[in-house]
T-cell receptor, first 113, second 111 residues
């Protein structure tokens, strides 16, 4: 089955700086890669996603890049703000598995004011 | 904006008891899922449900677990005889195609 590795496990950044989280996946059939933000006591909230026919996608301060050859994808948050502090999970899925998500282990991001 | 809802938010039960966790997915969605998250760990897939049947299940989803979509709106997860290790957050998710939206979760505590 799919195995998703995520790094780093914790990330502390100064407010205004950028944060980068990297994930690798094992199944070359995976074609959908969402990123979720989870705040304490809440469910995962989708923040951005990318499909395998695209190399990069941006939404305001958040961007995701995908390298299908190397089987890795990354989340970039620019101009970080205290409200960006949360746990971020990457995930991968494919149509052949009814899109079941395989999650990374998560990155705890702390934005220092 | 439509959202996935789950009840209860917290369920405490004794080991060996049956529990039913309830979810109301987003109304026009076709795919339904249960995931669980043990404290401090990654989110793990349990089961997917499509076209009124289980389409895939993980090793965790053994004979003690079952799912139902009894009335076209609710989606339930039943654990027949709970074990201590079933203590976790359980998340329901739904999707029209590949994009899954998660509910707020039910915290299950087995004593």
């Amino acid at each position: 089955g799919e195995n998703v590795e995520q790094h780093p496990s914790t990330l502390s950044v100064q407010e205004g700086d950028s944060a980068v989280i990297k994930c690798t996946y094992s199944d070359s059939a995976s074609n959908y890669f969402p990123w979720y933000k989870q705040e304490l006591g809440k469910g995962p909230q989708l923040i951005i996603d990318i499909r395998s026919n695209v190399g990069e996608k941006k939404d305001q301060r958040i961007a995701v890049t995908l390298n299908k050859t190397a089987k890795h994808f990354s989340l970039h948050i620019t101009e970080t703000q205290p409200e960006d502090s949360a746990v971020y999970f990457c995930a991968a899925s494919t149509y052949s598995n009814d899109y079941k998500l395989s999650f990374g282990a998560g990155t705890t991001v702390t934005v220092r004011a | 904006e439509p959202e996935v809802t789950q009840t209860p938010s917290h369920q405490v039960t004794q080991m060996g008891q049956e529990v039913i966790l309830r979810c109301v997915p987003i109304s026009n969605h076709l795919y339904f899922y249960w995931y669980r998250q043990i404290l401090g760990q990654k989110v793990e897939f349990l089961v997917s449900f499509y076209n009124n049947e289980i389409s895939e299940k993980s090793e965790i989803f053994d004979d003690q677990f079952s799912v139902e979509r009894p009335d076209g709106s609710n989606f339930t997860l039943k654990i027949r005889s709970t074990k201590l290790e079933d203590s976790a957050m359980y998340f329901c998710a739904s999707a029209y195609t590949d994009t899954q939206y998660f509910g707020p979760g039910t915290r299950l505590t087995v004593l």
